[in-house]
């Protein structure tokens, strides 16, 4: 979801990739890659918590940067509000931030990581 979410073109909403784009086109590119993200998010959506917080803290273990920094920063600036896709239902929107900002919480108490309030 993140990585799909990075291909979204924050100025225009549309889907960009190059390799796609030289393949099937850049209409098909942004249907395709519009598809994919609605269907991983909704995806993620459907699994309960447990497996919500299983993903993300796999997500975060892959990544090059502290676990701890990483959190901090997710505290601050909240850039998982941006990971859903644009299609996304009002209800599906607010129970993927619920959802999000509680794992997050979870995951600030296991690592220990103070900071403002997830409810920015």
Known sequence: M??????RNQNTGRYEHHG????FGEEEANKA???SHSQAFSEWLSYNIEQQK??????????????KTVLEAWARIAPY??????????????????????????LKNEYDV???????
């Open 2 to 7: 993140v990585y799909l979410s990075a291909l």
């Open 20 to 23: 796609l784009v030289l393949v």
């Open 33 to 35: 890659l519009r598809r």
């Open 54 to 67: 299983a993903d993300l803290d796999l997500y975060i273990s892959a990544l090059f940067e502290d676990k």
């Open 81 to 106: 509000k941006n990971l859903s896709p644009s299609s996304v239902r009002p209800v599906e929107r607010k129970l993927y931030l619920a959802d999000f900002k509680a794992i997050l919480d979870l």
């Open 114 to 120: 103070s900071g403002d309030d997830l409810d920015a």
